[in-house]
Structures are given as C-alpha cells and as structure tokens.
C-alpha cells in the first residue's frame, strides 16, 4: 500500500494547555504533505516532528476561529523566509484572503512566492483539489461561523498485473502499464491474454474525512458515509451537553454516533475542552456507541488502513 497517514499537530480547542496545541494536523498521501488547520503553535509542532514543512503545498483552513488558522501568517512568513519557489495553494473561508492582504500590506512585504487562494463557498459537497492519486473535497458544517469539513480520498487505484504473468511472459513496462490500464496482452507468438486473466483486482480507495468543529448534524452522514478514518470533534461529554449545543460543538457521545450512522472504520476524537486534563470520559462515553475510537493526541501520527 501507497502511504496515506495522518498526524494530529493540535488536539485541543480554543486555547492552548500543556499538552495539547489548538488544531492542526498533517496528511501525508503517497508523499503529498496536506495541512488541515493551523493553530498557534504549528510550525513549533513541525520542529518539534522534524516535518518539512517546505514540502507542503496544499493548507486547508476549515474556518476563521482563531484556534483554527492564527499560526497561518507566520507560517507564511517563514515560507517566504526560506525563499520557498513552489506556489502554495490556500482552501479557506474567503475573507481569509483580506485577512493576509492587510497583514502583508501592514508589514510592507510581499510574500517571494505564489499564493493562490482558493475561497470555499458552496453549501454542498464539492471536489476542491483533484490530483493524480487523491482529490480532497468539502463539505459544510454546522457551526457558529461558516465552516466546512475536508475528506482526502485515494482515487484512481489500478489493477495489479500478476506475477506470475509477468515471470512467464515479461512484457515490458509499457506493456505492464497498458495492462493495468485494462488492455489485453498478445505476446511473440500471436496468443492473446485477456486483461481479467493477468490481472488482480485494484486496491480499494481508502480516505479521511475531518469534522472539527461542528454542533451534532445528520445531514453530514451522507458525505463521510464509509470513510476509513473520520476524525470528529468532540469539545465535551454528555455532561455538559447544553453547553456544547450553545457553542455550537459536539459531545463524545454525538461524534460517536455520527461515526456508527455512518459506517465508517475508525473515528479519532479530539479539539477536546481544556477542562479536560484526561481524555477518558470522553472517550469512554464516545466507546459505548463506537468502539473503534481513538482519542487524539498532539503527535500521534497513524496510518489510514483499509
Ligand atoms: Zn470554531
């Protein structure tokens, strides 16, 4: 398998703890390097996790709460203090785009490197980036502000030619790449081989999808339904449930209900409220309707499995 990983950057909420950053977290897709978010404290947690942060040339910002983007500019800045040449791509709330224009204009720089600025607008899902192997597309969330959720999906996974085709019949790599885009093979002497019978079939697509942050929401099941991996936030227990419903975040218990509606593998909590110094009654209560889940934690780095 191609790699497709996840690390967490920032597992808390609003504001920063001993352990825990406000939100960001690292995509690694067949060695593409995809930022969601960046609170305060990012580019410390790159050091901190020797992440080239050069080799970052997508950021998706899920909205303009401070916890959420305020460590942008200065990874910005520190992009044009490394005398970055890649253009860097920017998926956000359009007034984002405002938002570093005056910081720029203020400051009297003008960043050494393209920024393009991609402004997330539509109320439904849509595909925002499409690459060879992945796309990544969003989809809103029900929050206090405009926020929308990211789903990073392998696409495109092609057949395997069978080794011991290959070993008997050693077609070239031209051959091998026709195959696996479906076509036949016919070798030296004339016999032909039918691509379903020197083929395996492809790899399932395996994808991500981030929910942070966002009240309890059903309409978002259709759009994670079946991803392998959703992360969902989880700002308080049950406990504290009209407090969660006012500040438009969600409890363990509805992330995990959310995760069971639908279908989906593996669910990682976390922009966990800084009352919580343990993360275990959120998780424990997250437990009783989905088994499968994780607790984040800044660092915490695993694999997307199928
Ligand atoms: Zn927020």
């Not at 920063?16 to 995809?34: C, M, Y």
């Not at 669910?267 to 088994?291: N, Q, T």
């Amino acid at each position: 398998l191609k790699s497709f990983s996840l690390t967490i950057l920032g597992s808390g909420s609003a504001t920063p703890t001993k352990l825990r950053n406000p939100s960001s977290q690292l995509v690694n897709i067949h060695d593409n390097l995809l930022l969601i978010d960046c609170g305060e404290g990012t580019q410390m947690q790159f050091r901190k996790y020797n992440i080239k942060c050069n080799r970052i040339n997508h950021i998706f910002i899920s909205h303009l709460h401070g916890d959420h983007y305020l460590g942008l500019m200065g990874l910005l800045f520190t992009f044009h203090l490394y005398g970055r040449k890649n253009t860097l791509n920017l998926y956000a709330p359009e007034q984002l785009a405002d938002i570093i224009e005056k910081q720029l204009y203020v400051s009297d720089s003008q960043l050494i490197y393209p920024l393009k600025f991609h402004p997330l607008q539509s109320d439904k899902i849509v595909e925002i980036l499409r690459a060879t192997s992945y796309s990544v597309s969003s989809f809103p969330l029900k929050h206090s502000i405009p926020t929308w959720g990211f789903i990073v999906k392998e696409i495109n996974n092609k057949p395997k030619v069978k080794k011991s085709f290959i070993e008997k019949e050693k077609p070239s790599i031209k051959e091998k790449i026709d195959i696996s885009n479906g076509a036949d093979f016919i070798n030296s002497e004339g016999i032909v081989f039918k691509n379903e019978e020197i083929t395996l079939p492809p790899v399932p697509c395996r994808s991500y999808a981030y929910c942070s942050d966002t009240m309890f929401d059903e309409s978002i099941i259709p759009f994670i339904q079946n991803v392998n991996t959703l992360y969902h936030e989880a700002t308080f227990t049950e406990e504290l449930k009209e407090v969660s419903a006012q500040k438009n975040h969600s409890t363990a218990l509805e992330a995990a209900t959310i995760a069971a509606k639908a279908n989906v593998k593996q669910l990682i909590i976390g922009h966990f409220s800084a009352r919580y110094e343990d993360p275990l009654p959120l998780i424990k209560e997250a437990k009783s309707v989905f088994e499968n889940t994780i607790a984040a934690e800044d660092g915490l780095s695993i694999d997307i499995l199928l």
